[in-house]
């Protein structure tokens, strides 16, 4: 702390310099030098008077010494209250020069004094330490400016005062005239701050600001603050007080109106209510637990008041017990030539799901009481999945009803929240059966491999008990608290990818694969389903808009790519659209359009998909493989580049560890036949690697492209091309052998969509061949290895004359590969 005398940081310029002289009261003098006593969080104003305590044995011999003097001394605060022996440095440098008006000592050593203020003063230098703190002090006074300004804040202060005392009835009537009757500005201020201000921080910033106008403004927004707070709270207070009253008006209003109602012989809201309680639940059917869970809980709705929170809560739980069809359900249309009729009239194809449905249709026939089986339909979107659930229950004659399980999180989505929760609601299993009245609906559980899971819970796990044929027919929803037959509804779920369904739910359900549709396929769908809807859509009929067959084959081919036909009826919706301006703006109200392929460019633009397969191959080096995505399946280029280095191997497009491995597998492979492919024996030794699978931004895994690999390097390291009309797939090993993968009809199909003419599989996979359709079979050449020989032999075209074995083959740029339209997807086999 500085010894030398300065103005505190919020004292005017003008302010008149510092003087000695007595206080107001017994105009007696201040020393030059006092005692110093620390002060924890209490800070003394000039004028008032306060109890303290003094405790400290240092401060006690200071008390002690000065009581037998003047009886003045400096209160001064500390910075810090938790220090016990506050040293110069630890103390503020402005406080209150205040005289003991009374002492009292106790048994425990401890010091009552009652001391009051006499002017504020500053600490120049301190003088002792020991056995108390002693200090040379400056007087500070008030920096004041009279002026009407001056007047109305103190004026302002006073009234806001009063405000205050209006709304706090409980401060004594001493301290509101107290208070009022200052009438000096500084001291106003100060004797505000020591009965409202709570921070002992701020406290100490109004005692070292000299300027009295800077005081008054300070405490002009401390008062409008604590009367905006009062006022809120008296508002608040008021509304809770009306609404007791409203409260109690109400109850007593009900009283009287049961009492009118008993002396008429009528029956107040609350009988009836229970009265039609009794007569749902002794209709509804329930089941012994159920029944006897509803009734008491009757029994308690029937003593409580109606005003009472559980009450309504209470009603609502019977309102959903009452409400579910615990014994109604629709009669099943067991008719399988209806059925068969209805399945065909709404979805082509899909020849094995229509079968099992109707397997299930003729035994339900011979055994009544057979549980509904847990189906899950998996294909790649587009495929009719969602709609095939509808049909299914069209043909059945049942209700129908559609969840949505895409982002689910929360547990209790399925099986619903406690009744201790608020706003609590039954899962949507529950929630869908009372919306269908009936406990036979068809049910489809959409996107069900989309669930998720968070420290709510799993929906997948809750998913576990419902789809278990074995133990759904005691399925129990936290909010009912009771058994729910789930047996006889039928469950139909849909998904992609199987890959993300738990291993537990996946077992639960029999599932039924729907592979992507062939051209054929999707020309009759687009004939029977695709364009005449859309004409309906749009207001037109068949004598308006003809699309004939090599129209849509057009459509198919150079402007959709895909397994579904989403895409594709997206295409036709377009052109319908377009043709109805032609036709609104038209001349001729009579004209009929008939477009054929030449004309879809005119109204769709550019072909969007055209084969780039011999283009990309028409260097060594680039194989064409086959992959599986769950958007159906896709063709990848497999390229490989040679360059002067040493024995490294690149590998890029985004690719996972098991095809890593696979790249790797199939180096090894090619060096080892290096004496059969007429390689120099160290060609490695010289030379870096680089095998690259475009698109990629694409994640991309699994072992299926193993033969691709090894064919893509034979071709680069040869110098001799691959076949540009063939795609092959499989997985590698060691010693050259070709095993088996999955989603073949899948790849097949793709191969079949890109123009590819032959296809390589290995040789154990030829049994997969009886599930791609008779139609894709005669336009595709099938080869089957059992060894890299015999697909090296399949794929590499013979070595041209006077081409060299070239040192690098140039790839493509990897912007995107022949399936541009498809979603990015992870290619893997499965």
Known sequence: MSNAPSSPPDAPRDAPAPRTESNGAGEEPIPAELSILPLKDTVVYPGMSVPLVVGRPASRKLVDAVILEERILGLIMQHDATVEEPAPDSLHEVGTAAKIIKLLKFPDGNLRLIVRGMERIRIQRYTATAPYLKARIEVLHDAIRPGLELDALAKNVSNLLQKMFDLMPIVPEEVSAMLLSVEDPGRLADAVAAVFL????????????????????????LLSQEIEVMELGSKIQQEVQDEMG????DYILRQQLKAIQRELGEEDEATILVREFEEKIAAAGMSEEAETEARRELERLKVMPTSAAEYTVARTYLEWMVDLPWSRSTPDNLDVAHA???????HYDLEKIKDRILEYLAVRKLKDDMKGPIICLAGPPGTGKTSLGRSIARAMGREFHRMSLGGVRDEAEIRGHRRTYVGALPGRIIQALRKVK???????LDEIDKLGADFRGDPSSALLEVLDPQQNDSFTDHYLGVAFDLSRVLFIATANMLDTIPAALRDRMEVLHLAGYTLNEKLQISRRYLVPRQLENHGLTADRLAIRKDALGRLISGYTREAGVRQLERSIGSIVRKVARELVEGEDPERRVVLRAGGVAHYLGPIEFESEIAERTAMPGVATGLAWTAAGGEILFIESARMPGSKTLTLTGQLGDVMKESAQTALSLVRSRSATLGLPTGFFFKSDLHLHVPAGATPKDGPSAGVAMATSLASLLTGRLVRSDMAMTGEITLRGKVLPVGGVKEKVLAAHRAGIRLVILPRRNRKDLDEIPEDVRQHLEFVFADVIEDVWEAALLPAQPGRQRPSSARGSDGGSHATGSSPPALHRSV
């Open 438 to 444: 009936t406990n036979n609906p068809v049910i489809i």
């Open 340 to 346: 068969r009729r209805i399945l065909d009239e709404d």
């Open 198 to 221: 709570k921070d002992a921080k701020r406290k100490q910033e109004i005692l070292r600001t000299l300027d009295v106008r800077q005081r008054l403004e300070t405490i002009t927004r």
């Open 246 to 249: 409203k409260s109690q008006k």
